[in-house]
């Protein structure tokens, strides 16, 4: 705003300011707008409407209404919720929806609801929520404020799944970008594995188990190494002792390191690496891999496709201890 446009707007301020101390024909000339409202309103009530202080109180009872406006809340920068929901068999959902509401009482309940398909590596939903900065009222019904709590649901063709897990019950703050990784099933039993996953195991234990009670978290049925809880996380079969995750083979090729596993499909990969086991400085940290011989490094997961994969990693002088971490 320019020197003169500051100097119109001010006396403008100081002109209407001034013609309260007027008459009221004189203010009404001067500001048509008003004057025309106020022509309307005195057709019904004309004994209001007359020159000096009685019109005056009625401009500055107007002047008083349109100070008393209260605003909306200022919107804030979305919260994102993202991350994964797994089926009761403990495989990651390629398809339904996931739905957020939240816990306000009354009846009109906020919700918001995602699709669930494949959208990266260990992510299947990705979910907006329109954040108010909660000091007044609310810019639009559908916001929502940090630190309010919500409910998560999961459907599958029309049916509700329920949710066994979920790591964010409440919403984050402005621009947040959050993981919530979601369980769907039931788990009567409370050991943190699905029930369907558990009745499946009890049909395939050849009559050792007769019920999910039996079924622990530590067990190790097939004698693998690798306890139940740990097959339900990598998505092999307890029953089943050929059936674990572990690397195939590792042999230096092109000049890098290649990790060959079995991978399963929609489960995400990744290599880590430390300088040795048993130390006081033991510190795994994610590597950086190729998934072809000569092809670019990545830092983000590999996604499996129930097949075998090989992963190059970068050659380096240092010993290092490599590990497979499946998610």
């Known amino acids: ?13 100081w002109k209407l300011f001034g013609r309260f101390f007027q008459p009221l024909e004189t203010f009404l000339e001067t500001f048509p707008i008003i004057g025309n409202f106020m022509s309307v309103f005195s057709n019904h009530q004309p004994s209001l409407i007359s020159y000096g202080l009685t019109g005056w109180k009625l401009c500055l009872g107007l002047v008083v209404v349109c100070s008393g406006v209260v605003f909306a809340n200022i919107p804030q920068p979305s919260c994102v919720l993202y ?4 089926s009761g068999q403990g495989w990651p959902m390629e398809e339904g929806r996931i739905q957020v509401t939240m816990c306000e009482g009354g009846t009109d309940e906020v919700t918001f609801v995602s699709d669930i398909t494949y959208i990266d590596a260990g992510v299947n939903f990705v979910m907006a929520l329109p954040l108010d900065d909660g000091r007044g009222i609310p810019y639009d019904e559908e916001s929502v404020i940090k630190g309010e709590a919500f409910s998560v649901t999961i459907s599958q063709y029309g049916l509700e799944l329920g949710v066994i897990e979920t790591n964010l019950p409440v919403v984050g703050g402005p621009g947040d970008v959050v993981q919530m990784n979601v369980t769907a099933g039931e788990d009567t039993d409370g050991d943190g594995i699905p029930d369907y996953w558990e009745l499946e195991f009890v049909e395939n234990s050849g009559g050792a188990y007769t019920n999910i009670s039996q079924i622990t978290r530590e067990g190790d049925f097939d004698g693998d190494g690798v306890n139940n809880y740990m097959e339900y996380l990598s998505g092999t079969l307890p029953y089943l002792d050929y059936d674990f995750f572990y690397v195939e083979d590792m042999s230096q090729r092109s000049g890098r390191v290649g990790v060959t596993f079995f991978s399963e499909k929609g489960f995400s990969y990744y ?37 075998f994969r090989t992963l190059y990693l970068h050659m380096t002088n240092a010993t290092k201890i490599i590990r497979m971490v499946v998610d």
């Open 1 to 13: 705003m320019n020197a003169e446009m500051k100097k119109i707007g001010f006396s403008n301020h």
């Open 83 to 86: 991350g994964q929901v797994r």
């Open 271 to 307: 290599p880590e690496a430390c300088d040795g086991l048993g130390t006081s400085s033991q510190q795994w940290s994610r590597c950086e891999f190729s998934e072809t011989s000569t092809g670019a490094f990545q830092s983000e997961p590999a996604v499996g496709g129930y097949d």
